[in-house]
């Protein structure tokens, strides 16, 4: 049986641009409108030797953007696929820095007992120092990646599979 890791994080950390590099594809939905991606998505990794699949979410979201049902909808997507996979890549976004959101998602995940890689997406351009409050979420030293420029994902690939 291949193991299943979810994609989870806040709307517009990069989650799907990750999924899209993983995937090599186009298909998950890549916008500049935060939580697009309403379903899970699921898709098919291949690196090196190791294979496993990867479920892409809509994000547990911001409270009170005016979006309210949708929002629970992407929510409990989330945590169904939480529950679905072995481990969990938790994306926050290094630019936007460290909120109360990622520290909520980050307490809900330390309850699961699974294994947890944190990445902070959307280093470009973006100094190393703002990285570290990332570290206070208890998960270890951050993996840096830029989704979008494709940097980080070879190493980050490399971590998740490392176990496989
Ligand atoms: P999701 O809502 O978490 O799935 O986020 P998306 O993958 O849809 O990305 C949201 C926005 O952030 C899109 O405009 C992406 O092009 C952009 N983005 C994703 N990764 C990066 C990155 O590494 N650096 C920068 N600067 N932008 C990124
Ligand atoms: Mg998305």
Same mark, same amino acid.
């Given at each position: 049986?291949?193991?299943?890791?979810?994609?989870i994080?806040?709307?517009?950390?990069?989650k799907?641009? +990750?999924?899209?590099? #993983?995937?090599?594809?186009r298909?998950? +939905?890549v916008?500049?409108?935060a939580? +697009?991606?309403?379903?899970?998505?699921?898709?098919?990794?291949? #690196?090196?030797?190791?294979?496993?699949?990867?479920i892409?979410?809509?994000?547990?979201?911001?409270?009170?953007d005016?979006?309210?049902?949708?929002?629970?909808?992407?929510?409990?997507?989330?945590?169904?696929?939480?529950?679905e996979?072995?481990m969990?890549?938790?994306?926050?976004?290094?630019r936007?820095?460290?909120t109360?959101?990622?520290? !909520?998602i980050?307490?809900?995940?330390?309850?699961?007992?699974?294994?947890?890689?944190?990445?902070?997406?959307?280093?470009?351009?973006?100094?190393?120092a703002?990285?570290? !409050?990332? #570290?206070g979420?208890g998960?270890?030293?951050?993996?840096?990646?830029?989704?979008?420029?494709?940097?980080?994902?070879?190493s980050?690939? !490399?971590?998740?599979?490392?176990?496989?």
């Open positions: 049986l291949k193991p299943v890791v979810a994609l994080g806040r709307p517009n950390v990069g799907s641009t +990750l999924f899209n590099q #993983f995937t090599k594809s298909q998950a +939905l916008a500049d409108l939580g +697009l991606t309403r379903d899970r998505q699921y898709g098919d990794v291949f #690196f090196e030797n190791k294979s496993f699949i990867v892409d979410t809509g994000g547990i979201g911001e409270a009170d005016g979006k309210g049902n949708i929002d629970d909808y992407m929510a409990t997507q989330s945590y169904t696929a939480i529950h996979a072995d969990v890549v938790f994306v926050v976004d290094a936007a820095g460290l109360p959101s990622d520290e !909520e980050a307490k809900f995940l330390h309850t699961l007992g699974k294994p947890v890689f944190l990445v902070t997406n959307k280093t470009d351009g973006v100094h190393e703002s990285i570290a !409050e990332f #570290f979420l998960f270890g030293e951050p993996i840096p990646t830029s989704a979008s420029h494709g940097k980080g994902v070879t980050l690939l !490399e971590i998740i599979t490392a176990d496989m």
